[in-house]
Structure formats: C-alpha cells, structure tokens
C-alpha cells in the first residue's frame, strides 16, 4: 500500500512512480552534496545600512549646539539635522525622537566621569577635582543647557531620571575614590559618613554655576572650597 507521504514527496527509495498531483514520472532524486568543511562567513544584507562613526559625532556635537541655542522645547529634528550637515533620515537611523536622543546623551555623560584625581592629599585632590569641574561648567554650551534640562525634566520624568544619572553617578564615581583614598591615607576617619561626604565635596560648585549661575568665582574661591571642604570632611 503506499502512503500518503510516498504519493506527495517521491518514494524515498529513488524507484520508479508517478507523481500524485500531476502524473507525470517522479524525478529521480538528487544526489547530496558533501557538506562543507570550512563553515563560511555570513554576510550582511545588501543594502544594509551602515552607521557610519563620524556621521554620529556630529549628530552629537549639533544636538549640544542646537540645545545651547534654541533650548529644548525648541529643539527639533530638522534643526538637529540642518546643523550637522545630515540628512533628517540619518539621525532617526540612531534615535527614534528628541527625548530619546536628548536621554542618550545625558546618560552617556554619567559614564564618562571626570578624571580621578591622586595627588597624595586630601585638600590637593579636591582642588584639582574643582578646577576641572569648575571649567566644565562654565563652558558656555554647559551654562545653557543644564538650567534648561533641569526645567525639562521638572515637566518629564524620563529626562529628570537621565540628568539625575548624569550629574550625580558620574560625579560620584570620583568623590568616592577621593573621600576612599582620604581614608586610606587616614586624612579622615573610617566611619565619616559618605553620602554627607559626597554632598560637601560635589555641592558648592553647582550651586554657583546651575543654581546660582554666578558667571565667574570670586579669586582664590577654589583653594578656598578646597581647603574648608577637606577640614569639614576631617570633622565628619
């Protein structure tokens, strides 16, 4: 009796029979062929697209001019675009939106930290710490776009929890090998509270340039900062 595969598929056997749909003789099958023994590479899809580096950067680099200008709300696409010298099409390639590409951004600077200072004394390391601190944020593109994020993320969750990363954990991954090595050093004691230690070390400056947005410090204020904070530190 022959089954209902052998009438749909051939006999398996390679013997002569008639095709059930058609009638016509069954092909004789094909001979296999050896497989392969060096496993070839796969290739990407023609056309795929490519995201290319620079093209990135750039959109980058516009996303903090166009911020600095015109201000989130403001901000657009087409703007972002214009001024990296894209097209529109090249962008929603890497971001599905403003927020999304604004969030990204944001975020990365939590993981770009700042450079961890080890100069061998406490009151040495953060002056070195505000310095650097202090030139970033008197940067003019700075000095514009964190007041208008921290308006932002008042009215959107999302970009409040972004800036919150940015500003805080990368900025703590430092003070923390500060306020450690101070330990290690016995520049402060061992049960000094951290979170407070974080806060002295990383407050004064921010206030003065997003709060207070005060456009040049007084002379002499960071050795200052730098040497009442190591004696409040030693206090803890």
Do not use: C
Not at 50 to 74: D, K, Q, S
Not at 135 to 143: E, I, N, Q, T, Y
Not at 163 to 174: D, H, I, N, T, Y
Request: proline fraction near 8%; aromatic fraction near 4%.
């Amino acid at each position: 009796m022959t089954s209902r595969a052998d009438a749909d598929s051939g006999r398996p056997d390679g013997s002569a029979g008639k095709d059930a749909a058609e009638g016509r003789p069954a092909a004789p099958p094909r001979p296999s062929r050896p497989a392969d023994p060096k496993p070839r590479s796969r290739r990407a899809p023609a056309g795929a697209a490519v995201l290319r580096p620079e093209v990135t950067e750039a959109i980058r680099a516009a996303v903090f001019e166009e911020l600095a200008a015109v201000g989130y709300a403001r901000m657009s696409i087409e703007g972002i675009a214009r001024r990296a010298g894209v097209g529109k099409t090249a962008v929603y390639r890497r971001w599905r939106s403003k927020l999304h590409l604004v969030l990204d951004l944001v975020s990365a600077l939590a993981v770009q930290g700042l450079p961890a200072p080890d100069t061998g004394s406490l009151e040495a390391d953060l002056r070195l710490l505000y310095e650097v601190t202090s030139r970033a944020l008197r940067h003019p593109v700075a000095g514009q776009i964190l007041p208008d994020l921290q308006a932002e993320a008042a009215r959107n969750p999302e970009i409040a929890e972004a800036l919150q990363k940015a500003l805080r954990e990368g900025q703590q991954s430092v003070t923390r090998g500060i306020v450690a090595a101070a330990r290690t050093r016995g520049e402060i004691r061992a049960s000094a509270d951290e979170s407070l230690a974080l806060d002295l070390i990383s407050g004064p400056l921010y206030w003065r340039a997003v709060v207070a947005r005060e456009p040049k410090l007084p002379k002499h204020y960071l050795p200052s900062l730098a040497r009442a904070t190591a004696g409040a530190l030693k206090a803890l």
